[in-house]
């Protein structure tokens, strides 16, 4: 029998699984963009963070702390927490992805709310588990609809608070109340990259049910706040017995050297952090307040970005506004793939971009966009 055809296949749920598409960066015949597609900050990283990544350039033939030590000592120093139980990760994604991947078994399955992030389903599916959606209300989680799709195979369910891309959030109450809904041997992943621009008194990041519980895991990133999306920062806190796990699946070497060092500096620059917070809670509401004005929808949102909703009240269509906007120099994200093809979300960006962005909008929604 002949073998030429035969090659190694991988798992068919991997090919079942649909390849993550960033926002885009660029646009063809514009020579300068306003990139308002990825909520990176648009205060940049701390002076702090930049220079202790310079510094770190005379280490690079050297392999990195393997633990990350400096970093999660710096984490538990800042935020009162223990290092021992702190993770490092190459971005948040990785420790989502190995939370499946240590926790699903072929056939479990995983749970997450209707527009929630897209590397949930990705890492379900990868790890051989089976994703499963839960309906939400007015763009945000429900907490009634997610305890109603708890199954005996329900082994990991990831709640994103604030969610992306809709920027809406679950009270602490209700995150307390869908943790005690679901079984001991289910693992709740709270996703918390927003946490640090939510001014809410009744949000909380889940670090005290990620203290306290044996099947909590708070996830964070220093790729927004902190404006260090290019060195793929991510952290997560919980129980010895899950840090335990995870460390002995990931990567020896899962976060490099300067990424370590550069941590350090901007988890320490208060100064540099109160100010992203500060611009971004004079801005967000500033663009909420200007689009709505012009009759587009805008999703009430606690994060760095806003979902804008487009195909009524006479606006045109998200893919006519997107195609005006870029051709501008303002790219927007589409996210059609989260299952809101009407949409865009819009990124908070400096004082030049925002203003820039509504002036377009103001000249699309007039008529603009023939």
Known sequence: MSTAALRPEPRSEILGIDIYVPGKSRVQGVARVHKLSSNESPL???PRAIGAFQASSRDLALYPDGSARALREAIGRRLGLDPERILCGNGSDEILALLAHVFLRPGDEGLYSEHGFLEYPISIRAAAGVPVTAKETNRTANVDALLAKVSPR??????????NPTGTYVPYSEVKRLHAGLPGDCLMVIDAAYAEYVPRNDYASGVELAATCENVVMTRTFSKIHGLASLRIGWAYGPRHVADAINRVRGPFNLNGPAIAAGVASIEDVTHIEA???????????LAESIGRLGIEVTPSVANFLLLGFGENGVGSAAEADAYLSARGYILRAVSAYGLPQCLRLTVGGEEANRGVVEALTE???????
């Open 276 to 286: 992203a917070i500060e611009h971004n809670a004079h801005w967000l509401p500033w």
């Open 44 to 46: 940049g990283p701390s």
């Open 154 to 163: 329900t082994k990991i369910v990831y709640l994103a608070n604030p969610n």
């Open 364 to 370: 699309f929604v007039r008529g603009g966009r023939g």
